[in-house]
């Protein structure tokens, strides 16, 4: 009876212990608390040096672009305005359509050169990234991605916006020539 009672309470250990499976101790990893230590928070300091540097670039980049693109704009309508007054119909009509023309395809320039600036800022900065320790990398890829979303949102506002503008230059009548009364008859 002793020897009964021996084997089934050394059946009942056995069935206890492969219900807890042959791997739960090996799998039972304590949690690792890791601090910032002054490496990584010297990497954080440069990336986020790197970061303002590469913004304060990208929208120097974006700045001078857009005062290239009105530059451009604006000497072709003065040079369409000086068409314009000289009054000859068939001229008017011609440089409207190579203005509309011209307007269209630096616009479509200029959002280009745009999306390539934000591109460079983003190669730029997934270098830096790689600098980061793992557990950095993920927080400071999506601060980079939602800048360039945004800026990369606003390009494609200012772009409809810039087409709707050429649009309405091209809809409107410029050149109006009015049949009054001779000289002859006062």
């Known amino acids: 009876m002793k020897n009964l009672i021996i084997t089934l309470c050394a ?32 990497l954080r300091t440069e990336y986020q040096e790197t970061l303002d540097k590469s913004k304060e670039e990208l929208e120097k980049d974006l700045t001078g672009l857009d005062e290239d693109y009105q530059k451009d704009v604006v000497r072709l309508i003065e040079d369409f305005s000086k068409t314009l007054e000289d009054g000859e119909e068939m001229m008017v009509v011609n440089l409207k359509k190579r203005t509309v023309s011209r307007v269209k395809s630096l616009t479509m320039t200029h959002k280009k050169q745009k999306k390539d600036a934000v591109q460079r800022y983003l190669n730029e900065m997934q270098i830096a990234n790689r600098k980061l320790p793992d557990f950095l990398r993920e927080d400071a890829a999506k601060e980079v991605k939602e800048y360039a979303s945004t800026q990369l949102e606003t390009f494609d506002t200012n772009y409809k916006a810039n087409l709707d503008s050429v649009k309405a230059f091209e809809k409107k ?9 001779s000289a002859s008859t006062n």
Not at 17 to 39: A, C, F, H, P, R
Not at 173 to 181: Q, T
């Open 173 to 181: 009548e410029h050149l109006i020539i009015s049949k009054g009364a």
């Open 11 to 42: 059946c009942l250990g056995g069935v206890i212990s492969y219900g807890q499976g042959l791997i739960s101790d090996i799998m039972n990893v304590e949690t690792v608390k890791i601090e910032l230590t002054e490496e990584n928070e010297k």
